[in-house]
């Protein structure tokens, strides 16, 4: 395996990381603060090709892999987790969805504007009832002549409340379990969809996490993703790749943490010397350190096979769990590092800490990774 980056893939990651410095630092906390979704923003991210990374250049995509893709979430990410979350949800789950699964004309007709950023793309699959447990969906939708009918609703949707189209999966074939779920594009202007609560959120603050409400929400037929009853099948394929997305957000998450702990121990003095320089904190940064680049191995690992074509059921659940699971700790000891400052807002990392928690619930839990995993080692018994 390769571990470096080529020359054109360290291009991609300086934009990324100057995008980051210019466009987004300077607002981290009014943003979070405010639990404002920074529109222009995304905009600007859909110029340099960020929100349509994996999407093909005929499709107004920029073409990339998933390697390019890790590294542009993680840098933004090192600077603002929720905008890299916003990045990645866009990138992974409604475009992604109608990537890999959308007909000919669908990609044409949704693709070009999803990429570049003219419109922003929400993915709903939670309910109120089905979780972890996505087979519990009750959402449903009906064939009414050359429409389908859509009544129910849908939790903690990211972009919910500022895309202008969904795609979102209902029951069509009640007592079917996981074979009667599909999937459906839904334009968010349409009559029957309607925005319900805006989530106020421990973390991840500037990405707009809502309640989608469905009241007789008629779509056209041509709407459905696939055929009728391979919803879920369709979307547990996307969250393969989803679980990518999350690691490599969580990786970013760590190494921003971690690239600042590391600062405040040179600069912070005690007893008269750096705090660098005792070392209890220098054991501390370096099993962080350790624990980052494990995290990043394990992510990148799961890029390179699935740009290799391979299936990734296994790694990226490895990655996804591990990686979310080190940004906790990561973030959790950067506010040792920096003692009672890291406990205020006058610092960046009591943000990182709220932020990381999303990485191992978001996009299935740390305990449904661990059954992933287990169930790609054990089969099923």
Known sequence: MDFWLNEEQEMIRDAARDFAAKEIAPHVREWDEKAHFPREVFRMAGELGFLGVLVPEEYGGAGLGYVEYITIIEEISKVDPSIGLGIAAHNSLCTGHILQFGSETQKKKYLPKLA???????????????GSDAGGTRTTAVRDGNEWVLNGAKTFTTHAGVGQVAVLVAVTQPGKKHHGISAFIVETDRPGYSVGKHEDKLGMRASDT????????????????????????????????GRISIAALALGLGAGALGHAIEYAKERKQFGKAIGSFGTIQAKLADMATEVDA????????????DRGKTVTRESAMAKLYASEVCVRVSSDAIQVFGGYGFTKDYPVEKYFRDSKLCTIGEGTSEIQQMVIARQLLGRL
Not at 295 to 306: E, N, Q, S, V
């Open 116 to 130: 570049t950023g003219e419109w922003i793309g929400a993915w709903g699959l939670t309910e109120p009832t089905a």
């Open 210 to 241: 809502c309640e989608v409400v469905l009241q007789d929400c008629r779509v056209p037929a041509d709407a459905l993703i696939g055929a009728d009853g391979d919803g879920f099948k369709a979307a547990m394929g996307v969250l393969d790749g």
């Open 295 to 306: 995290a990043r191995l394990l992510t990148y690992r799961a890029g390179a096979l699935k």
